[in-house]
Structure formats: C-alpha cells, structure tokens
C-alpha cells in the first residue's frame, strides 16, 4: 500500500498548495494560477448570510451579472454548504485574520479528503478486489477534478461527498439484510446532498428504477416511499427556487435563459476530457499542451481498457451501469442547453469514474504506472506550452 500512502500525500499537498495560492479574484492569465469565476460568487453567498443572517433573496446568472465583489449568479444553490462554511469564516474575520475565504476552502478541503476512504469502501462494496479499490484511492486523490474543486470555495465536494454517501449505502442495502437501516441512512444523505447541490437529484429515481429492472415490485414501493420522504423533507428549497427563482429546478438562474447552444460534440468531448484529468485552462497552452493531455487520457484508456476484465467481479452490474449511463445521461441533458462541458459535471456519479480509472490498479506496478499518469499533467505548471507555440509561430 506504499503507492496509496504516496498518491494520499501528494494529493494533499497539492490541495494546500493550491488552496493558499490560488487567487480569490483578478482577471484570468494564461500561463498563472488564477481566480476561478465562480469562487467569488460562492464566497459572496457566505458573505451574504454573515452580513443579514438570513438566504440570499435575488441573483443573476452569469450572462447577466456582475463577476467579483459583485457576483450573485450562486445564490440559487441550496443553502448547506454555506450555512456550514459561514462559522468557520465568522471566526476567522473575528481573529482578524485576512483571507477569510481561506476558511471555506478549508471545508472543502475537509470534505474533498473524506472522499478518500469512502471511495475505498464503494469499491469493495461493488465486491472489487483491494488493489482495485487502492486504485480509486489513487485516482480519487490525484485526479485533476478532486484537487481543484476541493481547494476552492464552492459546494462540490461536499456534494460529491453526500453524493457518495448515498451510492455506497445504496449497494450495501441491496446486499445486507435487514436494509433498512442503510434505506434510512440514504434517506438522510440524499436530504443533506440535496440541501448542498441541486444535481444529486440525478440520483433519486435510480434504486427505485433499479428495484423494477430486477422485477422487485415490494422493493420498488419501499424505495418510492423513501423518496417522497427526501422530496418532503426539502420541499422549503423547492419552495424558495420556485418563489425566489421562477422555477423548481432553476439552472437558468446561474447559467442564464437556455436554450441549444452547445458545442459541436468533438468540442464537447475535448473540453470534458482536458477539465476532468486537468481543470486548469489557463496552462492548457495551443497544441503542444493539447497533445499532451491527449497523451495522459490515451493511456488512461489503455490502462482502464487492459484491465476490464477485473468490472466482470462487480457484484451489482445493473447498478454500476445505471450510476454510469445517469452521469452520461445528466451531462448530455446540461450540454444540450449550455455549454458546460466541465469534466466536474459529470461527479455526480463520481464514484463510478473513479473505479472505471481505478480497475488499472489491478497489481502495484500499475498503481505507480497510473499514479505517474494522473499526477503527469501538473507538470503543465512547469513547461509554458502556451508560450513554445506562440514562439514557434512567429
């Protein structure tokens, strides 16, 4: 396990690193860590219920509004990941510390490790071998996407977290006997997903689905009665979207009116692919850069395609399936309408990503082999690819 102990510190490290270095706000540069756009908009909304103690009451999207000290375009989130964030960052103003907002991050930090362990017990819930799962620890702890987003301020990770929870409580109730406990403690993380991010909503329907596929009409009806209990116990957010945003689900209120302007599928998909292993746009760089991450995401595919045969010992294929086509399923629907082709749209079924990387760590050479991989493109940082084809080019 010496690999995992490696791929858990670096991952660490970079999420520090980048958490205290990362800037809150500034204009984007190509070639330096910059301001991520929405991180603003997150922190205005803790700043918004530190300041009037009460939600947020209108915003914009970002066609619409402001960018900076200024941006609204968060405040339809649900309220959970702020509310949490908001003592840590009234603490941290009350010490007379500067950079408050370093104390959200620090809750997505928290939030982003504690995916570590739970991917662990998801892979050998689904009845995958040890070195399996020690490979989507490995992936789960450097994949560009989990260091990222668990370094900045915004309800990601402790979405993905929630979202997790569910998944793995979800295969355990289809294995253990009696499953209501684990039915109950589903119940209780859907609800807090749901308080955090409006996307876990993707995964709902699916047990009850699932129950029907299988031909289990009594189970099918006992997960039914569980998610009416979700859908009643957060009824208050759906209550404010519709009041407060014009809708029950209402993506417009972020990402403006909708409609069919995404981008030509390959563009789509190139786009997914660099911001999943590298969300980092501003070293991506022109070609040299491409072919670079081109590299990294075809021998990801070697690795995971050279080691299928390991998904043939999922205990529960329909349901693996089922979180897989959902994930797919939710970001086609989104880039219909937008174009958000951030790999990050795809986590709310992340652990099923993180496996499918994750079956290459079938023996340790290929845990340091993929762990190289994953960690490759950070070298990005270091080697102005964006500068060589501009010389290049004159």
Known sequence: MKVVFVAVLVGAVLRVVFLWLAPLEGDAGEGRLSAYNDEQAHFNYIAYLLEYHRLPESGGSTRDNATGAAATFENYQPPLYYLVCALPVALWQTAGWSRSYLAARVISLLAGLALLPLIF?????FGLDRSVAAGSVIVTSILGSFVRFSSLVSNDTLCWLFSGLAIYLWVKSERESPARPNRLLWCLAMIAGLLTKLSVLLL?????????????????LKWSVWAIVVLVTTLPIWIRNAQIF????????GFGKWGNESGA???????????????WQEFWGSWPGSLFLLSVVLVCMYLTISSGEQLKKLREPILFCLLVFTGIGGFAWLNVH????????????????????????????????LLGTLLSPHLLFLIPFGELARVQGD
């Open 121 to 125: 017990l998801i892979t050998v819930a």
């Open 204 to 220: 709902l329907p699916l047990p009850l689905l699932y129950s029907l596929l299988k031909g289990n009409w009594k189970q099918a």
């Open 246 to 253: 014009g809708a029950i689900f209402p993506l417009s209120a």
């Open 265 to 279: 599928i390959l563009s789509v998909l190139a786009y997914a692919a660099r911001s999943f292993f590298f969300p």
């Open 338 to 369: 937008y174009f958000q082709a951030e790999g990050r749209y795809l986590f709310s079924t992340w652990p099923v990503w993180a496996i499918m990387i994750g079956i290459a760590g079938r023996s340790v050479s290929r845990q340091w082999i």
